[in-house]
Every structure is written in C-alpha cells, then in structure tokens.
C-alpha cells in the first residue's frame, strides 16, 4: 500500500471508529426523547413512593420529559426489581433503589436476579435515619439503661418490625447483635400498626421511621432513646447516636436510582448528572429534609460502593438471626 493510501486508509479507520463514540454521546446528550419510568416496590403513599416522586419531579423540570412513576408492590419489592431488570437497557426504565435490596439479597435463597449485577447504579439520592422509639412506660430513658434493663430482663422486652426483613427488623436485629441483647420480635404489616401497639404498650422498643413518630415524641406518646445514623439528626438534634454507646452501630435506609445493566455509560452518566443538579436545587433539598434526610449526591461509583457495602452487612445480620422471608 503507498504511504499516501495508507495514510488515508488510517485516517478513515480513526474516523470510523469515532462515529459510535459519537452516535452515543449524541443519544445520551438527545435523551430522553420520550417518557420516562421509575419503578417503585411499594403502594403510593409511603417513604419510598415519596421520594420516587420528588426525584421524577426534579427530572421531569430538568430534562422535558416525563418521569412516571410505576408502583408494584409485592415480594418484599423483589418483583419491582424484576420488572426492571427485565426492562430494555435504554434508560427508559429506572428503579429506586432502596434497602429492601440490600437485605434481599440475602434474606431470599431463590431470586431470579443478581441485584448487585443486574442493576448498574446511576447515583444516589438520601440517606433516611430511623429512631430507637420506646413506649414512655418502659423505665430506661437512655441506650446504656436500655441495655441494662434488655440483659436483666432477657427475653421480657417485644421488639415491633414493620415486617420481617423490613428495615426497622434487621435495624433491631443489628442492635440486639451488637449490644448483647435478647428481645423477642413482633412483626406487624407497616409502620402504621407497629407504632399504634408502641403507643398502647402491646410492644416495648421498636426502630421507627423518623418522620412518622416525630409527633409521638412531641406529645410525648413514644421517647426516642437514640438515631440509627453514625451521626445525630438534625430533625432530633438532642437525641443521640445509637453508636455514641454501641461502637459501629450504624442502620439507616438510603435510597437511589439504578437502572438495568448494559443501559449506555453515557445515560447512566446524564442521568447522574440530572440527579447530583437537582439535589443541589434548595426545593428538593427542603422536600427531602421533611423526611429527616440527609442528601446523597456523588457518582454511580459511589452509590454502587454503598450498595454493596449495605448487601455486605445485612448479610452478617440475616446469617446471625437466621431470618427467613414470610
């Protein structure tokens, strides 16, 4: 081949495999050119539907185009997770990501997905503390009594869960492994009726939602003894950290977005970056903050460490207390 054809056959082969570079950067930079889904694991009304629709809200100003989100409860949100890893790899279809899907992960033998592989994690959105909430009758008014009273009356104190394998059931659980403690669990179906039995005595201890016993505090129905965070709450400013007196305790529920795998690094990237604008926008910020929660900006990376890093533990949680799904 002479120098000069050579040359033009290099320049057309560079040129050539620079176009599909470019045909996605332009697709990513075209998206979403028609409606988006969110798909959510829980009925309309709750924590987790909340926030779905704050960050499709957020999107849907941001990038034209409706973000619409699709409930399917059932299975403890494993058929939520399905549906979208099922879904095309095309950035149409998004699921929030919640700790439902760190705890599955372990707690169901059979799952018809790997989450960890099957759903690439575009970024996250907040980090939700839960409270240690016990019934006013109960004479420990501190973690440190509290666990006094647990090892002098072991097995006398009922531990309320909105369900087990729920958050607030593994939260306990992570406590009772911890601090050295025996509490019998109490499952009911939700928050609702766990905290109705709390406030009537039926059950002692139960690791709340903070937003829905926000009020049983104030009115002085339920006492917080401590949050789930590493850290305080803003919204409980006076109460503590469970892990100022149990070392390394920390639970909170931390919700995202992630998508199906192989959906284009490009979207993926977009959409994170859509994600990190919004929860800079002061709207969203107060919107989240009534939910006691603490911003989660960064990278897909960065959602997918935690991500992994809550699988890691609540397996050790789900091994330790041999819990089984209902």
Avoid: C
Wanted: charged residues 15%.
């Amino acid at each position: 081949m002479k120098p000069t054809h050579r040359r033009q056959f290099l320049h057309l082969t560079a040129g050539a495999a620079v176009l599909p570079v470019m045909s996605r950067i332009a697709r990513a930079q075209a998206y979403p050119t028609r409606p988006v889904r969110l798909i959510v694991g829980y009925a309309a009304g709750g924590t987790n539907d909340i926030i779905a629709r704050l960050v499709g809200q957020s999107l849907s100003e941001r990038l034209g185009q409706q973000f619409l989100i699709e409930n399917r409860p059932g299975a403890g949100t494993n058929i939520a997770t399905e549906a979208a890893v099922n879904a095309p790899a095309d950035g149409y279809t998004l699921l929030l990501v919640g700790p439902a899907n760190a705890i599955n992960a372990t707690l169901y033998e059979k799952l018809n997905f790997n989450f960890l592989r099957d759903i690439v994690p575009v970024g996250g959105v907040v980090r939700v503390p839960l409270v240690m909430a016990v019934n006013p009758s109960l004479p420990a008014k501190t973690i440190p009594e509290f666990i006094a009273y647990a090892k002098a009356n072991p097995g006398k104190i009922s531990m309320a869960s909105a369900g087990i394998g729920s958050a607030p059931h593994v939260s306990g659980e992570l406590f009772k492994m911890m601090a050295g403690v025996d509490m019998v669990h109490v499952p009911y179906r939700g928050d609702g009726p766990a905290l109705t039995d709390l406030i009537g005595g039926q059950v002692q201890v139960y690791f709340s939602g903070l937003a829905p016993s926000l009020d049983h505090f104030k009115t002085g129905k339920l006492r917080p003894l401590g949050v789930t965070t590493a850290k305080r709450s803003d919204a409980l400013p006076d109460v503590p950290a469970i892990g100022e007196f149990v070392l390394g305790y920390e639970a909170s529920t931390s919700f995202g977005v992630g998508a199906p795998k192989n959906t284009p690094i490009e979207i993926v990237g977009r959409l994170n970056t859509e994600l990190n604008t919004a929860l800079a926008n002061s709207r969203l910020q107060v919107k989240l903050t009534e939910l006691a929660g603490m911003l989660l900006p960064g990278s897909p990376s960065d959602f997918g460490r935690l991500i992994a890093e809550e699988t890691e533990k609540w397996a050790k949680v789900v091994k330790f207390a041999s819990l089984k799904p209902e």
